[in-house]
């Protein structure tokens, strides 16, 4: 049973334009919500993060929207750049991340110049 | 600071062997980890531990056992290799919370034939 779900295995997108990875999750006790990023033969990075009370956390080109209600997040980047094409994991914890995380299978975004 | 570092890079097995992969990391963080990644599948936990002398099992905790002697390393060890073995190990470590942001290594590319 999935409880963290990325239903697009991959993604294309143009250089210069916005790339929306989405994320779903079925358990209700998760509060905390990270994106990695994984380049091929290398570890996971962290990339973002967003705590459950928060609707919305910014970094730089990247941003996490959270919908509780619809226990939903996506990841918005803007403008993508080639250097973005990677394999993207969600991934979340229940009580304020004091639990394991656990990640979704990942979506291949690829950037085209 | 190496982080967290993995060896060996790539390792194969026969049916029956043994063999330990290493982790070691040096930001002195209190938690680690141990990660499985099957083609076109998320990361799955192995086993966690929360400091030297503690440890707990993951999702997928059956073929392995840890130990955590000491802060910086935390070795997996794989008693009698089968082919469902196979995968790419992860090891990982975080400063605070089983679900905080992970620090992962390059990865240990195992196969068992």
Request: hydrophobic letters at 35%; a positive charge; aromatic letters at 12%.
């Amino acid at each position: 049973d999935q409880q963290v779900k990325q239903n697009s295995p991959s993604l294309s997108v143009q250089e210069g334009r916005i790339s929306i990875l989405n994320c779903d999750y079925t358990n209700s006790m998760f509060d905390y919500f990270l994106w990695y990023k994984k380049y091929p033969a290398e570890g996971p990075t962290f990339l973002i993060s967003i705590s459950s009370i928060k609707d919305k956390n910014e970094d730089g080109r990247f941003t996490v929207f959270l919908n509780k209600s619809a226990k939903h997040l996506s990841l918005h980047i803007v403008p993508s750049q080639p250097g973005d094409s990677a394999v993207y994991f969600c991934a979340a914890s229940e009580k304020g991340g004091n639990t394991p995380l656990v990640f979704g299978k990942g979506t291949r975004l690829s950037v085209i110049a | 600071n190496a982080g967290v570092t993995q060896t060996p890079k790539f390792r194969i097995l026969k049916i029956g062997q043994s063999m330990t992969l290493q982790c070691t990391q040096d930001m002195n963080h209190n938690y680690m980890y141990w990660y499985r990644q099957d083609p076109g599948m998320g990361l799955k936990l192995i086993y966690y531990s929360v400091g030297a002398g503690i440890t707990d099992k993951g999702e997928v905790p059956n073929g392995y056992n840890v130990s955590r002697s000491t802060t910086e390393d935390f070795p997996l060890r794989l008693e009698l290799a089968a082919p469902s073995q196979t995968s790419v190990y992860f090891c990982a470590s975080s400063y605070v919370g089983a679900g905080e942001t992970q620090y992962f290594g390059p990865g240990t590319r195992l196969l068992v034939l």
